[in-house]
């Protein structure tokens, strides 16, 4: 009987067996970190560093930019109870302490709408137009190009005031802020003379949006006035 049993464990094919490792090989791993070890605490150290590094990037990005709005908004109440020589001073300084982030760019409009609500309309077109060449994010690019378009507006200047208009209505992402831009486009050309030019803005603007998009029942409006209602 225990000559059968040592048959059969004799019999187990020598290829599934599990071959210890051999000597040479065993200490492989132990002896490259020996020999490598302040090469792998120099790396695992610089990741760490990494790590915080980028934590605190976040967090103090994250604590900035809150800091920023709470400044924004102490300078737009200034700003809405009509005090406009404290509401200039808030945005020029949230704009200088925030700048480069959303905070920053929206207070550097804001200053332009005080300068514009205090008169100073060539200054605030020439600082919108200053702003926006410096390739600010297009939300605030168009934005400073729509308020120049309207400050040249006033100062009776209706071919720039349309140029600018058309360059807000280029870098406008929403839909709702294009046919805004172009409605201002047009009504500056009609304004210079250019009926033609505003007809063809108020078709395209008719052509390519929805009239679900605020603003195409205007151009609508507006191309049958001009046309009297040949379209």
């Known amino acids: 009987m225990a000559s059968t049993v040592q048959s059969s464990q004799s019999s187990v094919p020598a290829s599934r067996a599990e071959a210890p490792p051999s ?3 065993k200490p492989s791993l132990a002896g490259w970190y020996g020999r490598n070890r302040k ?9 760490a560093i990494l790590a915080v ?46 700048r480069g982030t959303d905070a920053g760019f929206a207070a550097e409009l804001a200053l332009n709408e005080v300068r514009l609500a205090s008169g100073q309309t060539q200054i605030a077109a020439d600082e919108l137009k200053k702003f ?39 870098i406008a992402t929403e839909d709702y802020r294009k046919v805004e831009a172009m409605l201002g486009q047009a009504r500056a050309a009609r304004l210079a003379g250019k009926a033609p030019q505003a007809i063809d803005v108020y078709r395209q603007v008719i052509k390519t949006f929805g009239r679900t998009v605020p603003g195409v029942a205007e151009a609508e409006v507006r191309l049958a006035e001009l046309t009297k209602g040949n379209s």
């Open 39 to 47: 090469l792998v605490n120099y790396v695992a150290s610089g990741i």
């Open 132 to 170: 926006a060449d410096n390739n600010p994010p297009a939300f605030f690019a168009s934005g400073a190009w729509m308020l120049r378009g309207g400050a040249l507006e006033n100062l009776k200047k209706y071919d720039e005031a349309a140029d600018s208009y058309s360059k807000a209505a280029a």
């Open 53 to 98: 590094a980028g934590w605190l990037y976040l967090e103090t990005g994250r604590r900035r930019q809150l800091a920023g709005v709470d400044a924004l908004d102490r300078a737009r109440a200034s700003f809405e109870s009509g005090n406009l020589p404290v509401a200039s001073t808030e945005f020029q300084r949230v704009a200088q302490s925030f």
């Open 23 to 25: 000597a040479d090989e």
